[in-house]
């Protein structure tokens, strides 16, 4: 049987748009501000471009020196589009502006055909359909986070337009084909009433090339053993559950690492707060804050560490479990969203229950008794990126959506159809 990785080569090169209204993928390139989203469409970006094919990503203008066009490697160019003014904004006070991103998109893609365009997040999903409408391009969309799941665990804290959730119903009913990143999304995507037939599972990846288990490892503390939280530095991450549990983990140290730069720590008040929490339990003296870790530097932490935490009261996919894996890393996660299927319980690492402190400490502490365990873990969890979850699979599973969605599209269809 043939690769399906390298099964392109042979294929019909596709012209493909991505849009990622707020996230560009050059901030990438900048370090510490990159988000997920960044990374994902950056990654999917270069690994479709490896492939073969002409990659543009059309992302909001945000700063009046960006240039219209800049490449971003060979066979991928970002694009800005002039919405909104040209300065940073807010995600949440985009969709103003999405209706002049749309005329934009229409507008180039008279001249500049796309063989197929693919959303990412769910303004950009409005301006695609928008765009796309009565054109014939195939148009896909992936969600990265759904605003039903936002509202149930913020409720009043959430901060998204009060469109949100019907526009992604709006945006997922108008596709033609959902790219979703687990099996928990298409469950929900089908409380909303999109079939569960219009969408295909793709998970997010990682570079195991640069995130591995070989290579330099972080400096260690004094302490026996050390503990790795990682991410944005807000609530529904977790930290307070991590510095919870170390109170129950004598002799291990925890590293919280993310959030603002390093000389902004002392201003920030998610970290006043979990500082004053860690004082309160006793382990103020092994809580560590780095603030934002640079991305090159981030491997070398995760190699430091006995485990990795991801403690996410809910988790849209989490790319941090797939870096801790790749770097060979024994996982306790959250048993939410893509983490149920990044993390193989009793194989790469072990679930627990959200906002579960003591279960959280009691799942480290098997690991941590154990070496021999956490080596098998470890080893699992790196074989389990390399089959599934590096961007050259992530790529080729994407492109299969592609294929299929374009098939589909010049075959004949009912009257009325989109």
């Known amino acids: 049987m043939s690769d399906p990785v390298a099964a392109s080569a042979s294929a019909e090169p596709l012209a493909i748009a991505l849009i990622s209204e707020h996230a560009s993928p050059l901030a990438v390139l900048g370090g510490v501000d990159a988000g997920g989203q960044n990374v994902h ?30 490449p971003l490697r ?15 904004l807010p995600k949440d006070d985009l969709l103003p502006h999405m209706p002049a991103f749309a005329r934009h998109l229409a507008d ?18 409005l301006a695609g359909l928008w765009a796309t409408e009565g054109s014939g391009i195939p148009f896909l969309q992936t969600y990265h986070a759904l605003g039903t799941v936002k509202r149930r665990h913020q409720g009043a804290a959430d901060t998204s337009p009060p469109d949100r959730i019907s526009s992604e119903r709006y945006v997922g009913l108008g596709c033609d084909r959902i790219v979703a990143t687990c099996r928990d999304e298409v469950e929900e995507l089908a409380a909303m009433g999109i079939p569960r037939a219009k ?21 260690r503390g004094p302490y026996r053993h050390r503990l790795l939280h990682l991410g944005r530095l807000v609530p529904r991450k977790g930290a307070a559950v991590s510095v919870a549990a170390l109170g129950q983990l004598p002799g291990a140290e925890l590293v919280v690492a ?46 430091s560490a ?27 996660a959250s048993a939410v969203g893509g983490q149920l299927d990044s993390v193989v319980h009793g194989v790469t ?70």
């Open 108 to 125: 180039q893609w008279q001249s500049e055909r796309p063989d197929v365009v693919h959303a990412h997040f769910w303004m950009s999903g």
């Open 199 to 219: 969408t295909d599972i793709v998970p997010c990846g990682v570079d195991p090339a640069v995130f591995r288990p070989d290579g330099p490892a972080a400096p």
């Open 349 to 418: 690492g072990l679930h627990v229950p959200p906002a579960q402190p003591r279960l959280l400490a009691g799942a480290v502490r098997l690991l941590l008794a154990d070496p021999a365990l956490r080596a098998q873990y470890g080893r699992a969890a790196r074989q389990r990126v390399l089959d599934r979850f590096s961007w050259a699979r992530v790529a080729a599973a994407t492109e299969d959506s592609y294929r299929a969605v374009s098939a589909a599209a010049h075959a004949p269809r009912p009257a009325g159809a989109r």
């Open 41 to 70: 469409v950056a990654q999917l970006a270069g690994a479709l471009a490896d492939r073969g094919h002409q990659v543009t990503v059309y992302t909001r203008r945000d700063d009046a020196a960006l240039d219209v066009t800049v």
């Open 306 to 332: 006995d485990v990795v935490l991801c403690p996410a009261d809910y988790e849209p996919f989490g790319i941090v479990p797939l870096e801790a894996m790749a770097c060979g890393r024994p996982l306790v």
């Open 258 to 303: 993310g959030g603002p730069p390093p000389d902004a720590l002392d201003a920030d008040p998610e970290v006043r707060r979990l500082r004053a929490f860690a004082a309160e339990l006793g382990v103020a003296d092994r809580v560590r804050f780095t603030g934002a870790v640079p991305p090159a530097s981030v491997p070398a932490l995760m190699r």
């Open 74 to 88: 060979p066979g991928v160019l970002v694009h800005h589009v002039p919405a909104g003014p040209p300065e940073a």
